[in-house]
């Protein structure tokens, strides 16, 4: 009967003053509210740049010539510039150790290019068959680089869509046109799939041509820019790491590993360092937005504060007819963890529909996980109770002689 007369009273209580109530609940709302967007912002972040890393290839090796870079240090000057990677090196790796499932070098470099009166400046990258394989690239139209095409030296290229665009003002097919980089005419045989950026450039805006062409008519030796290593099974990453490391230390008779002129970048680490920038900017965006929610609880103990003030007499004379100062303590609370929820059920929702608002108008990535909404029912019950326990207290502790004399 207690619980439901306390209820009773805490309904009345909180309506009796409509305006009041409204606004003090509006802090809590856009506390609420704020913290479920930021924190589905950084969530929708986090997952948009690990799948961005993930297109470019699962299970994925990255070997790179250049200076070491030993833990916790910079990465030197140089790094996927320096001519310490050969063709053979990648042979060896397929050859020679084991649990690797495709291995695809490339050469790449910016050239002008033109075509119909166009040109742009982009990166041409010479491949091998194997690359659309390890990098996950699909085709729009055509095909991509084939075998025969890289042992014949043939001019052919593969375009990205936004190379398309630019060089071609027109949406017809551009198979068996012909486009002119650094000089040398090249055949279109395809057109890649948009993709669009993996977190460091856009596979949008690149130029495939065979490797061996490549390093024929535009590099002029065997060196490479990077050796893509598709490893067959996930567990097996930091093993093949480990043993390509000590077959290229091997093979460029070099002893210490801070000798060695090459650096392998492990897809796994990659994601596991954008998921921690993303948790931390994701931890900063709700800290910051919680920073709402107190202000929202300090104006919850303003206006019961006031409330106790209106209802001095109305608790002295509870106090005179029997009321114990537990009963009066629990009813003030009630209304403050009342108010707190009403104010959170109401902020959860119009926080998961401003996030979706965000997503479809604004183009940014959104995810609203229900930790966040879980986590947003327990700070407004948790803000209720400590912002409402002093009001409640002080409320409990009036003299019920002096309270009937209150004016």
């Known amino acids: 009967m207690f619980l439901k007369d306390t209820l009773f009273e805490t309904y009345s209580a909180i309506v009796a003053n409509k305006a009041r109530t409204s606004l003090t609940i509006l802090g809590i709302v856009i506390g609420i509210c704020s913290v479920i967007v930021m924190v589905a912002i950084g969530n929708g972040a986090k997952e948009q740049i690990e799948n961005n890393i993930q297109s470019i290839g699962s299970n994925l090796l990255m070997i790179r010539p250049g200076a070491h870079k030993s833990p916790g240090s910079f990465i030197r000057g140089g790094m ?6 050969v063709m053979t090196d990648a042979q060896a790796i397929e050859t020679e150790i084991s649990e690797i499932e495709l291995v695809a070098p490339i050469s790449s470099g910016e050239y002008q290019v033109i075509a119909e009166g166009n040109n742009t400046r982009t990166s041409i990258t010479g491949v091998t068959e194997n690359y659309a394989l390890v990098r996950n690239v699909e085709m729009e139209t055509g095909s991509f680089v084939t075998l025969q095409q890289q042992n014949r030296l043939t001019k052919v290229a593969v ?18 046109k012909k486009i002119r980089i650094n000089g040398i005419d090249f055949t279109i045989i395809g057109v890649t799939a948009a993709k669009g950026g993996t977190g460091f450039t856009s596979s949008d805006d690149i130029i495939y041509v065979p490797l061996s062409t490549y390093q024929q008519y535009f590099q002029g030796n065997e060196y490479l820019s990077m050796i893509n290593v598709k490893v067959a099974n996930q567990n097996s990453m930091t093993s093949v790491e480990d043993e390509i490391e000590n077959l290229l230390l091997e093979r460029h008779n070099l002893i210490d590993v801070d000798d060695a002129d090459f650096n392998i970048m492990n897809q796994g680490d990659i994601v596991e360092t954008a998921s921690s920038v993303t948790d931390t900017l ?22 019961m504060l006031t409330s106790v003030t209106e ?3 109305e608790i002295g004379l509870r106090k005179a007819i029997g009321a114990k100062s537990r009963d009066i ?3 003030f609370l009630f209304e403050s963890v009342a108010l707190t929820f009403a104010g959170g059920i109401i902020g959860i929702v119009l926080g998961i529909v401003v996030s979706w608002m965000v997503e479809n108008f604004f183009g940014t990535k959104t995810m609203v996980s229900e930790f966040s909404i879980i986590l947003s029912f327990a700070v407004s019950a948790v803000i209720g109770m400590v912002f409402g326990y002093y009001p409640a207290r002080r409320a409990s502790r009036l003299n ?8």
């Not at 630019?166 to 068996?176: C, I, K, Q, T, Y």
């Open 282 to 303: 994701t931890i900063l965006l709700g800290a910051v937005a919680g920073i709402s929610l107190v202000v929202g609880g300090i104006g919850i103990m303003n206006m």
């Open 329 to 331: 303590g629990w009813q």
């Open 159 to 176: 375009i990205g869509p936004d190379v398309k665009d630019a060089l071609f003002e027109s949406d017809d097919d551009v198979l068996g």
């Open 80 to 85: 996927g510039s320096a001519q310490t990677l």
């Open 311 to 313: 209802r001095t007499r």
């Open 400 to 407: 019920p002689i002096e309270a009937l004399r209150y004016e």
